[in-house]
């Protein structure tokens, strides 16, 4: 098509007398100047397979750490959670977990008193969560793998009991998911879980804070 348009152009500068064009060339005649071919080259396309994730709504699992608990250090604690999620920003989740608190640095001074039986020193907490992807995305490992993921935030409330007694308690904190397949995901989490106790004579404000790993499905 460009020759094609060449040649008119050639010929129409001849027909309109402007021979100074083709003095340099040597000739008058459009027919017999060189034109270059026309080359068009076409990209090569990688092919891109993409994984294709399922459309479940519901995630439960399992999750185990460290939580510190203010005044009776820190101990292992394991639980179970179960989300929904609302839309693809929004989620509810529940969470239970349960760890046994240690000794205070008063009983270890004192040489063997105690504030709470060993019974009692069995902490159980359970909260309603909502939580937010603030940060949603891909994680790379390599240059052949990719997975979905993203930063969250939570906060909630619930009840912790120990000591014989059942605390209101409200937490916050954020995870990470990594999504594995389209039923796996892996969860990084840091919460505290804030309540109120008068356990050691003066009513004060508790920080309690929890560091944890898990793993969940979709289903």
Known sequence: MESRIQHIF?????????PGVFAASGSTDPDELELEPLVVRELAR???????????????????GLMSVEDFG?????????????????????QYGKTTLGQTSFERLSGGAQI?????????????SVGYNIFPGESFLGRNLTFKGGLYVVAGVGSTSFGGDD???INAGVGYRL?????????????????????????????????????????
Request: net charge negative.
């Open 10 to 18: 050639l010929t129409m500068l001849l027909v309109l007398g402007t």
């Open 46 to 64: 990688r092919k891109v397979e993409v994984n294709k994730l399922d459309q479940e709504n519901f995630e439960i699992g399992v999750l185990g």
């Open 74 to 94: 820190s101990n292992v604690v394991v639980g179970a959670r179960i989300a929904y999620h609302v839309t693809e920003d929004f989620f509810v989740e529940g």
């Open 116 to 128: 709470l039986t060993d019974d009692e020193r069995d902490m159980t907490y359970y909260n309603v």
């Open 167 to 169: 605390r209101f308690t």
């Open 179 to 219: 999504i594995a397949t389209d039923w796996l995901a892996f969860h990084i989490d840091v919460r505290d879980h804030i309540f109120e106790t008068d356990l050691l004579g003066t009513l004060e404000t508790k920080h309690n804070i929890e560091f944890s790993g898990g793993l969940t499905f979709f289903f």
